[in-house]
């Protein structure tokens, strides 16, 4: 079953940040918080990664709670481009199979 | 970041018949790959896991003798869908890891629709 609650959906402004949360209350300490998103019929991408500290790249930044039990992804300037399904998955790293939840659409509106 | 292809991008056939889908790493060497199903509106559902010569890992439900996985080589992983139903439609994900890195590289996927 899969470790992560989400909300189904949520609607963003472009150009406003998008702030998508991710509830992982069961992570253990040797395991990720990974994000992926999935634009209608394609595969999904890889977006970002941690641990236990706040990271950032050119596509967005994750915040993880000091507990762990929670994230949030940024997207700083959502773009129309950013509609997608996005995944918060959490993995201990290897060749470890992942479980997808549902995830949340993400729409941004013009 | 590693690039993961997949063939055909969309199928179609007739039921009874068998498919064969295509998942490559391009720019990678993949000991390991996975199989996903995605059906409309719902999430991916991991099928199995395919390991470089030897025998896939199938996940509870998924018959394996009617999809056939083949990982021959450290590149290339197949799928294939043996006397495929219409139930059997749906659209097909591949993903895998670079070796020492735990990001997962997902293929475009292939939409399978059997008449």
């Known amino acids: 079953d899969a470790k992560t609650t989400q909300p189904p959906s949520m609607d963003c402004a472009e150009g406003r940040a998008a702030n998508l949360p991710c509830n992982h209350s069961t992570i253990s300490g040797n395991e990720y918080v990974y994000w992926y998103r999935q634009i209608h019929s394609q595969g999904p991408q890889y977006i970002i990664h941690g641990l236990k500290n706040n990271e950032t790249n050119e596509m967005a930044s994750l915040i993880i709670t000091e507990d762990r039990k929670s994230s949030t992804l940024i997207l700083p300037h959502a773009t129309l481009r950013d509609t997608a399904v996005y995944y918060c998955?959490?993995?201990?790293?290897?060749?470890?199979?992942?479980?997808f939840g549902t995830g949340t659409k993400l729409q941004v509106i013009p | 970041g590693a690039v993961v292809s997949q063939h055909p991008s969309r199928v179609i056939c007739k039921s009874g018949t068998s498919v064969k889908i295509e998942c490559r790493s391009l720019?990678?060497?993949?000991?390991?790959m996975f199989w996903y199903r995605q059906f409309p509106k719902k999430s991916l559902m991991l099928m199995a896991t395919?390991?470089?010569?030897?025998?896939?890992?199938?996940e509870q439900g998924v018959e394996k003798d009617k999809f056939l996985i083949n990982h021959a080589s450290l590149t290339l992983s197949t799928l294939t869908v043996t006397s495929a139903h219409p139930e059997d439609s749906s659209f097909y994900i591949c993903s895998s890891s670079v070796a020492g890195v735990d990001t997962q590289y997902f293929g475009p996927g292939t939409r399978l629709t059997v008449l």
């Open positions: 720019d990678f060497q993949a000991t390991t």
């Open positions: 395919s390991n470089e010569g030897s025998k896939a890992t199938y």
């Open positions: 998955i959490v993995q201990s790293g290897g060749y470890q199979k992942v479980t």
